[in-house]
């Protein structure tokens, strides 16, 4: 039953960001952000709603069903799919962003602060680097057929610092250095949107390899 009012809850998410996106003329990036960061916020309460991996990993063949269904139904990609679809590169994110929230909690959900950094920063930081790399990148590079920026970059690596550094588990300054260093060069390294898988997992490792605390 939990599984279901979470579905629901993130459907309702999802299409009422892209009504509000069309409704208002959102820019696409914004939108697409906009929907980044509500779903991220709306998963972090799962390593203490689920206690197994099955149910979320049946949450997100669910989403990626209806996240399929956004592309492949020309009604709904009008109606609702303009947060998620607005942009005119081909990407594969949001798909990644669901195996990201997945695999943080198959990964980490005996460890909540831990998932709880992995999926703040995959929807802080992401956003965070695409919009100061918008507005004030300078130095880009791409990467496959994403378009990244130093600047964005920097700003990925602040917010995933002060994202480690407020953990409960009190991080010392080599685990937040290397927490914020290996999610910063996963969100740059990686393109097509594949980023929002590699990002919780870069963090998770790097939380492991300083602290032990993901399995």
């Not at 069309?22 to 509500?38: D, G, I, L, P, T």
């Not at 695999?103 to 992401?126: E, Q, R």
């Not at 920026?149 to 610092?161: D, I, Q, T, Y």
């Amino acid at each position: 039953m939990t599984a279901v009012l979470v579905a629901a809850a993130l459907a309702l998410l999802v299409g009422g960001i892209g009504v509000l996106a069309r409704r208002f003329a959102w820019e696409a990036e914004v939108a697409r952000k906009a929907s980044h960061v509500a779903l991220g916020l709306a998963a972090l309460p799962l390593p203490w709603l689920f206690r197994d991996d099955a149910p979320v990993l049946m949450l997100a063949f669910a989403a990626c069903a209806g996240l399929f269904a956004l592309r492949a139904v020309p009604a709904l990609k009008a109606r609702f799919g303009c947060a998620l679809h607005g942009i005119a590169r081909a990407s594969f994110g949001e798909f990644a962003f669901v195996g990201g929230v997945a695999l943080a909690f198959v990964l980490a959900h005996d460890h909540p602060t831990a998932n709880v950094a992995a999926i703040l920063t995959l929807a802080l930081g992401d956003t965070a680097a695409a919009l100061v790399g918008r507005s004030f990148g300078r130095h880009r590079f791409a990467v496959g057929r994403a378009h990244k920026s130093l600047e964005g970059s920097c700003a990925f690596f602040a917010v995933a610092a002060v994202v480690a550094a407020v953990l409960p588990d009190g991080l010392g300054v080599a685990a937040v250095a290397a927490f914020a260093l290996a999610t910063t060069l996963a969100e740059a390294l990686a393109g097509d949107g594949l980023d929002n898988a590699a990002i919780p997992l870069a963090g998770l490792l790097a939380l492991r390899l300083f602290t032990g605390v993901s399995p």
